[in-house]
């Protein structure tokens, strides 16, 4: 996709050449802001009752008199900020994308108020309305038919919308590729697939990747990652993918994802409604691959590692059973009570894994709770984390980029559901406050560095006639790691 930006100011409006205009109005224009043929037409619309300026509301004009684009439409947006921002552009985009248009020119009637990240805002509505799963929908077009969006500025927010485009591409491209992941059903998208498509980042992000194997593993002492893959035939991996922008010495930022490819709940299965969905709950591991495409295209000056603990969760003649007391690599023993409560087991070893580099931060990212969706229905990710500046770095970020998250609590009396007559902790609590008990689980496994939490489980994908995932919370995290650059 090609993101460019194009100085012109609003009264020029009629020169400007593309397949469409969406023009974004937030209200009644003062006289004079856009040049005659643009004004009057609005004014005749809007009094002939075909437009109002309200957000949501739109007019569609096919070869608007005395301009040169062949298709203007005009949509309206509520005033001020990123958010109705984006909501007009995708409404305008999501209509404009089944035009003949191959190329589509937005512009703002108030440009004085773009900055870089309105420009993300554009890059990500623009990839978001063209975004085409294809992997295994032969039927499906395999090219979106809008290639190239421009973004109409202001010579003053000239270089500040260059700078966001570019970094929205890129954020944009992360999301993609999370997006791409999650789609692909379970029977294509294996532990090892996962892995394929971490080294095939080596070539074309120049990330270093490594691959550990079930005896490697074995070696290592993941007692609990192993508890978890033993039920599969599926192989598991461990991939540990570096993007390397700054000196050694540096302590990296490390980000771990949950790479459950499928998930059946194990001998305590889940029920079959939706089960196909749990083909989802390796969006964390998704979100760590493609928050390290958007930034081997930024180029940072930081250091940051991926680990991604992945398997299948199966039930079978080899699966781990309900009461198996097994050794984390931590050497804290865990009685798996729900073998359905097999994320924290994976994570908890990669989490201690994490201790060797030394890091500055580690971030993990989980599609973790059914009670996380719950609490927060599907708009805002769950951010756990005791420290309190990491907190506001994190939901900074996510607000940012309209990929927001919300703080829950972590006291201590959470982790009181979790003890065990047999092991040193449980696996599971009480159903109350299930994804605080599940953060408090892995909390026990972070001692060594500054850490947080991100259950993804209502914002990984979207279920319904609209099913897919999402690829979040990539731009939360390229923007979060942005952050840290010293
Ligand atoms: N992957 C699921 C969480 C999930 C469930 C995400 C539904 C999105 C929608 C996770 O492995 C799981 O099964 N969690 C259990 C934990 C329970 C057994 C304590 C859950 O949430 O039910
Ligand atoms: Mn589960
Ligand atoms: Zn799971």
Request: glycine share 10%; proline share 5%.
């Amino acid at each position: 996709m090609d993101f460019r930006h194009l100085v012109s100011s609003p009264d020029a409006l009629s020169k400007v050449t593309a397949d469409a205009l969406l023009l974004v109005v937030q209200g009644p224009l003062a006289d004079g802001i856009l040049e005659a043929p643009l004004a009057s037409l609005l004014a005749e619309a809007v009094s002939a009752g075909d437009f109002e300026f309200k957000p949501g509301r739109s007019l569609y004009v096919h070869r608007p008199v005395g301009m040169k684009v062949p298709r203007l439409l005009v949509v309206g947006a509520a005033a001020g900020g990123l958010k109705p921002f984006k909501a007009a552009l995708a409404t305008g985009l999501g209509q404009l994308k089944s035009s003949g248009a191959k190329h589509i020119a937005v512009a703002v009637a108030d440009s004085a108020e773009l900055t870089s990240l309105h420009a993300q805002a554009f890059a990500a509505a623009a990839a978001d309305a063209v975004y085409l799963y294809c992997r295994t929908k032969p039927s499906a077009p395999s090219a979106p038919a809008v290639s190239r969006f421009t973004l109409i500025c202001g010579k003053a927010q000239s270089r500040d919308i260059a700078a966001g485009l570019q970094r929205g591409a890129a954020i944009a491209a992360g999301v993609t590729l999370a997006r791409d992941l999650g789609n692909c059903p379970g029977n294509v998208c294996t532990p090892t697939f996962l892995a394929e498509q971490a080294k095939r980042m080596v070539k074309s992000h120049g990330l270093k990747v490594e691959v550990l194997d079930r005896k490697a593993v074995e070696k290592l002492g993941m007692g609990a990652f192993l508890a978890v893959a033993q039920g599969s035939n599926e192989p598991l991996r461990f991939i540990v993918a570096r993007y390397e922008g700054a000196a050694k010495s540096q302590p990296p930022v490390v980000l771990v994802g949950k790479g459950i490819t499928f998930d059946t709940g194990g001998i305590s299965i889940k029920p079959s409604a939706e089960m196909d969905e749990m083909k989802f709950d390796m969006g964390g591991a998704a979100s760590v691959l493609g928050t390290l495409c958007a930034l081997a295209e930024i180029k940072p000056k930081i250091n940051v590692i991926g680990i991604i603990p992945t398997c299948d969760n199966m039930p079978s003649g080899k699966a781990v059973k309900p009461g198996d007391v097994v050794t984390s690599l931590s050497g804290q023993t865990i009685e798996i009570l729900n073998t359905d409560a097999e994320g924290r087991l994976i994570l908890c070893d990669a989490l201690t894994y994490a201790e060797r580099f030394k890091p500055a931060v580690v971030v993990d990212i989980a599609t973790l709770t059914g009670a996380c969706v719950i609490a927060l229905g599907h708009h805002r990710s769950g951010l756990f984390t005791s420290d309190d500046a990491l907190a506001a770095e994190l939901l900074n970020a996510g607000d940012a980029v309209l990929d927001p998250c919300w703080r829950m609590p972590l006291d201590d009396e959470y982790g009181e559901g979790l003890k065990s007559s047999f092991a040193d902790v449980g696996n599971v609590g009480p159903r109350a406050g299930g994804s605080i008990t599940a953060a408090m689980f892995l909390k026990r496994f972070t001692g060594k560095y500054r850490w947080a939490h991100l259950d993804i489980a209502g914002t990984a994908w979207k279920s319904g006639a609209a099913k897919g995932g999402t690829g979040r919370p990539v731009a939360l995290l390229t923007h979060f790691v942005l952050s840290q650059v010293k």
